[in-house]
C-alpha cells in the first residue's frame, strides 16, 4: 500500500524557516517524481514544487521561487521542503503528492500545517 | 500559465441526481492531459479522473468524465451523501506548470 506521511509543520513568524518532510512507502520511491501542493485555509490548491526521481530537475511555482528548496534522498525513501523567509501567504497544508507515470497526482499524503504569524 | 475556469461554485442536489460539473481551460489542453480529484471534507485530495475521461482505480462507475481542447465535464451519474466534496480539476500538458482549477462544491440536500 502506497504511504506517504508529512511531518515538520507548526507555528513560525513571518521571517522564520521550516522544514518539511515527507516518508514515502509502499512503491520503490527512487523511480517517481514528486511533488508539493499547497492548500491555504479554505482555498483551493496550489502546486508549489517539483524533482525528478533522481533529483536532477526541479521546478517552483513563482510564488516560492527563491525561498523554498525541494530536495530528496532516495535511500531513506523521504521527499523535502525546506522553507525560508516565510510569509504570511504561505499559511497553507502542504501536501507531499506523488506524479503517476503521467504528471498527474496520484497518491496524496494526509498534510502538513504551516502556520506563519507573528 | 494555462488558467482553468470551473463552475458552477457550488451544485446542491438530491441523493440520486445527476451532478455535471464543468472546467473550462484558457487554451487548449493538449493530450486531452486533464484530471479530477475528489476531496471530502478534512481530507486530502483523491485522483479520480485522468487522461479526460479515465478512471482511477477503485472510483465507481457512478463518475465519468468527458471533453476535450478547452472544455471538459466531470459527471457523477447517481449522487450519494458520500459524494459531498469539492472536486479540482488540474491540467499537466503544459509543464512545469501544473495548475488547478478553484473547485466545485457538491452539496447534497
Known amino acids: 500500500e502506497v504511504q506517504l506521511v508529512e511531518s515538520g509543520g507548526g507555528l513560525v513568524q513571518p521571517g522564520g524557516s521550516l522544514r518539511l518532510s515527507c516518508a514515502a512507502s509502499?512503491?520503490?520511491?527512487?523511480?517517481?517524481?514528486m511533488n508539493w501542493v499547497r492548500q491555504a485555509p479554505g482555498k483551493g490548491l496550489e502546486w508549489v514544487s517539483y524533482?525528478?526521481?533522481?533529483?536532477?530537475?526541479?521546478f517552483y511555482a513563482d510564488s516560492v521561487r527563491g525561498r523554498f528548496t525541494i530536495s530528496r534522498d532516495n535511500a531513506k525513501n523521504s521527499l523535502y521542503l525546506q522553507m525560508n523567509s516565510l510569509r504570511t501567504e504561505d499559511t497553507a497544508i502542504y501536501y507531499c503528492?506523488?506524479?503517476?507515470?503521467?504528471?498527474?497526482?496520484?497518491?496524496w499524503g494526509q498534510g502538513s500545517l504551516v502556520i506563519v504569524s507573528s | 500559465e494555462i488558467v482553468l475556469t470551473q463552475s458552477p461554485g457550488t451544485l446542491s442536489l438530491s441523493p440520486g441526481e445527476r451532478a455535471t460539473l464543468s472546467c473550462r481551460a484558457s487554451?487548449?489542453?493538449?493530450?486531452?492531459?486533464l484530471a479530477w480529484y475528489q476531496q471530502k471534507p478534512g481530507q486530502a485530495p483523491r485522483l479520480l479522473i485522468y487522461g479526460a475521461s479515465s478512471r482511477a482505480t477503485g472510483i465507481p462507475d457512478r463518475f465519468s468524465g468527458s471533453g476535450s481542447g478547452t472544455d471538459f465535464t466531470l459527471t457523477i451519474s447517481r449522487l450519494e451523501p458520500e459524494d459531498l466534496a469539492v472536486y479540482y480539476c488540474?491540467?499537466?500538458?503544459?509543464?512545469?506548470?501544473?495548475?488547478f482549477g478553484q473547485g466545485t462544491k457538491v452539496e447534497i440536500k
Open positions: 509502499g512503491f520503490t520511491f527512487s523511480t517517481y517524481e
Open positions: 503528492a506523488r506524479f503517476s507515470r503521467l504528471p498527474f497526482f496520484d497518491y
Open positions: 487554451q487548449s489542453v493538449s493530450s486531452n492531459s
Open positions: 488540474q491540467q499537466y500538458g503544459s509543464a512545469p506548470s501544473w495548475t
Open positions: 524533482i525528478s526521481h533522481s533529483g536532477s530537475a526541479i
